[in-house]
């Protein structure tokens, strides 16, 4: 079975500042690759996905991620953050078959500070 | 996007009550639909698959007896949460699953229901 890890519970950056939020993720093949972000009273929204093809994925919200097989992961950059970035962010992983079920990470917290 | 409703947001009861929680696909059709188990701090873990017309396939550890799924229409998905207990205190999530089946088809999830059961 797949599983997901995101080492960093809680980040605190700067507004305006580069932002890489971790994942690393663990099944036999590559699976598909999300991540999603979580904001209080909404629902998740999907911010980019890999299935296969250009490593480097770009997202919604300027948001981008990059899958390294080598290292089994999939990490969630962006540039510049803005305060209304401030969420909960999740990785997810589903098996490359069929249309399998999400397995979520332990999500990563992000405060902006001014 | 596609926009998937939940109702209530949130409810309190009391121990030994049951519980109804909605899911509506708004703008779609669903012939599949997620429940999900959100603890404080913790990530989202599936309880149960359901599609439309048929029994729900239930995750391992979730009893099915206590938490009755329905999913009697492509728009309508119902988690009942039969004689709740203080320990089933949580935020419930339901997903709509909006695909053709040819690709991975991509889940759109509702705002999710925040149970207290006193």
């Known amino acids: 079975a797949q599983s997901v890890t995101q080492p960093d519970i809680h980040i605190t950056v700067s507004e305006g500042a580069s932002l890489e939020l971790r994942c690393n993720y663990s099944y036999g093949a590559t699976p598909y690759l999300f991540w999603y972000v979580q904001s209080p009273g909404q629902g998740l929204q999907l911010l980019l996905k890999?299935?296969?093809?250009?490593?480097l994925v770009q997202g919604i919200k300027g948001f981008e991620a990059e899958f390294k097989r080598s290292q089994s992961s999939f990490n969630l950059r962006k540039p510049s953050v803005h305060w209304s970035d401030a969420a909960e962010y999740f990785c997810a992983v589903a098996a490359n078959f069929g249309n399998e079920k999400l397995t979520f990470g332990t999500g990563t917290r992000l405060t902006i500070i001014p | 996007g596609a926009v998937v409703s939940q109702h209530p947001s949130w409810v309190i009861c009391k121990s030994g009550t049951s519980v109804k929680i909605e899911c509506r696909s708004l703008d779609f059709q669903a012939t599949t639909m997620f429940w999900y188990r959100q603890f404080p701090k913790q990530s989202l873990m599936l309880m149960a698959t359901?599609?439309?017309?048929?029994?729900?396939?239930?995750e391992q550890g979730v009893e099915k007896d206590k938490f009755l799924i329905n999913h009697a229409s492509l728009t309508l998905s119902t988690l009942t949460v039969t004689s709740a207990h203080p320990e089933d205190s949580s935020f419930y999530i339901c997903?709509?699953?909006?695909?053709?089946?040819?690709?991975?088809?991509?889940?759109?999830f509702g705002p999710g229901t925040r149970l207290t059961v006193l």
């Open positions: 997903s709509a699953d909006a695909g053709q089946g040819l690709t991975y088809n991509e889940q759109f």
């Open positions: 359901s599609n439309e017309g048929s029994k729900a396939t239930y």
């Open positions: 890999y299935f296969s093809g250009d490593t």
